[in-house]
């Protein structure tokens, strides 16, 4: 049975730091590209991040370029979101699926809330 498992959100000020994980079970891991995605109150979702199977090729939506890090652990089958000078514009729910950038996203968390707020 194929599981993501996100964690690592919460409540933060602006201009706060936070670590996202994706704990992936269920298929092969390694052998898959991954990426992260989000959805902020009323607006669609949207992808952030993409990284390749071997995490040596990353990409970045230009909202987050220079802010965010995308990186994964093959060993141990979890992918990662660093996020760093945080804005109210980053809250949403994150979520993590299988996939690059232009999809198929065939495999799908259930997410995880981030909120920046003063």
């Known amino acids: 049975q194929v599981q993501l498992v996100e964690s690592g959100g919460g409540l933060v000020q602006p201009g706060a730091s936070l670590k996202l994980s994706c704990a992936a079970s269920?298929?092969?891991?390694?052998?898959?590209?991954m990426a992260w995605h989000r959805q902020a109150p009323g607006k669609e979702r949207e992808w952030v991040a993409g990284?390749?199977?071997?995490?040596?090729?990353?990409t970045y939506a230009d909202s987050v370029k220079g802010r965010f890090t995308i990186s994964r652990d093959n060993a141990k089958n979890t992918l990662y979101l660093d996020m760093n000078n945080l804005d109210p514009n980053d809250t949403a729910v994150y979520f993590c699926s299988t996939g690059y950038y232009t999809g198929p996203f065939e495999y799908w968390g259930q997410g995880t809330q981030v909120t920046v707020s003063s």
């Open positions: 990284i390749n199977n071997g995490g040596s090729i990353t």
């Open positions: 269920g298929f092969g891991f390694a052998s898959k590209a």
